[in-house]
């Protein structure tokens, strides 16, 4: 069976995305993809933008709520990984 490219959820759209020679699940544009997100965070929340053509901004939340979204989005996008994980 084939993984799936992006997933959408509560706060972001998620996908795949080779990152310094590692995949990672990480937030996405829907309209422009992973290369033009951002993130900024402050003392309180964490803020992703991203900054192709118009900049825009995808979502806030806190540190807590996005690794919370990021694990359910390894699950889905990543489930071997996502399993693997939790047995180690």
């Not at 901004?57 to 690794?67: I, P």
Request: net charge positive; glycine share 6%; proline share 3%.
């Amino acid at each position: 069976m084939g993984k799936k490219r992006t997933c959408s959820l509560r706060l972001f759209t998620w996908t795949c995305a080779e990152l310094q020679g590692q995949t990672e699940v990480v937030p996405t544009c829907r309209t422009h993809g992973v290369a033009g997100v951002r993130s900024v965070d402050s003392a309180k929340e964490l803020m992703f933008i991203c900054v192709k053509a118009k900049p825009h901004v995808l979502n806030r939340c806190t540190l807590a709520q996005f690794e919370t979204e990021r694990e359910k989005a390894t699950a889905k996008l990543q489930p071997d990984w996502a399993e693997a994980v939790v047995a180690g």
